[in-house]
């Protein structure tokens, strides 16, 4: 169980989560388990225990933490790209601020994390954050050779990666931030409406940046 959230709170897909702790099972010594206890056993206890974390989203409680996020961190959000790639910016800073600034995200949690249901709009967002500088794959389509073994085909890890914004300037202003928090209304807490016009395309501001009126 524990090991299910550790792997959900880290982007795991919910297949890989269960394979992952298979692993561990199945080199744990013989003697940490009881006469009867079998692989089959294991695996089924496996699916059902990710199964319930996954369906209920059982974390450590990281993913609500509150973080601190400084004017000079958004600013390069704000000039990277198309909303959606500026989202997805967000969302990875958010993320190496939980977890570490190397850190997982999967395509499933990133979808999430800019609404969108289609994977090709995550992949040329995470594309453009890399050509911009704003990111960096640490590991990239590793072949887990372990798992294609068991699976007869080739199976790969989940992507790392590391953010390469640069650290707060001294005296930079800051603002605290759960996750109920957008993009937008972050930006709101740190710049004035002008300095957003400056930093965004006018059809970009126009359709998504603009306050509606009352």
């Known amino acids: 169980f524990t090991l299910a959230r ?9 297949g890989e ?3 992952a702790i298979m692993r561990v099972l199945q080199a744990t010594p013989k003697a940490f ?6 692989p089959e056993f294991w695996r089924k206890e496996v699916i059902r225990l990710v199964e319930l974390v996954y369906e209920r989203g059982y974390t450590f409680g990281n993913d609500n933490k509150p973080v601190m996020l400084y004017k000079s961190e958004i600013l390069p959000i704000l000039q990277c790209g ?3 790639t500026k ?8 993320m190496s601020k939980r977890y570490g600034n190397t850190f997982y995200f999967s395509i499933r949690s990133a979808m999430k ?6 994977r090709e709009t995550v992949q040329n967002s995470i594309k453009r954050l890399e050509k911009g500088g704003y990111i960096e794959y640490v590991r990239k389509a590793e072949v887990d050779k372990a798992k294609s073994r068991e699976a007869g085909h080739a199976h790969y890890k989940p992507n790392l990666y590391r953010l390469l914004i640069s650290e707060p300037i001294e005296g930079d202003s800051f603002i605290e931030v759960d996750a109920s928090k957008s993009l937008k209304e972050v930006v709101y807490g740190l710049f004035e409406e002008k300095e957003i016009k400056d930093n965004v395309k006018r059809y970009e501001f126009d359709n998504r940046w603009r306050k509606q009126a009352n």
């Open 33 to 38: 388990f009881s006469a009867d206890s079998t």
């Open 87 to 94: 989202q997805m910016l967000y969302a990875m800073l958010v």
């Open 6 to 14: 550790f792997f959900y709170s880290q982007g795991y897909e919910q």
């Open 113 to 118: 994390a800019i609404n969108t249901n289609s």
């Open 17 to 19: 989560a269960v394979e």
């Open 82 to 84: 198309t909303f959606k």
